[in-house]
């Protein structure tokens, strides 16, 4: 099973970027997936999940900036990420718990500054 995210960028405060993780290989089911986010110095924190439920959690610093969603005919999942702060700079890593295991996705770089 691999994740694949994408796209990370530099946007300006303000903008908004949308992040894909794509799960492929033998998914025989999707627990959940989500986002966690890793700053300078900082320790990796949960930004947002989504069960197979459709059931999303936000971290209180990006609810009603991010949303998250999810498309299971494609074993996708995506971050909208609007108002962008500079504090909102990190490396964005896709999670996923397939078949009871947890997964990670190389890391997506997002710099927001001017």
């Known amino acids: 099973v691999q994740l694949q995210a994408s796209g990370g960028g530099l946007v300006q405060p303000g903008g908004s970027l949308r992040l894909s993780c794509a799960a492929s290989?033998?998914?025989?089911?999707?627990?959940?997936m989500g986002w966690y986010r890793q700053a300078p110095g900082k320790q990796r924190e949960l930004v947002a999940i989504?069960?197979?439920?459709?059931?999303?959690n936000y971290v209180d610093s990006v609810k009603g900036r991010f949303t998250i969603s999810s498309d299971n005919a494609k074993n996708t999942v995506y971050l909208q990420m609007n108002s962008l702060k500079p504090e909102d700079t990190a490396v964005y890593y896709c999670?996923?718990?397939?078949?009871?295991?947890?997964?990670w996705g190389q890391g997506t770089l997002v710099t927001v500054s001017s």
């Open positions: 290989g033998s998914i025989f089911s999707i627990n959940a």
């Open positions: 999670h996923g718990i397939l078949h009871g295991i947890p997964y």
């Open positions: 989504i069960t197979s439920g459709g059931s999303a």
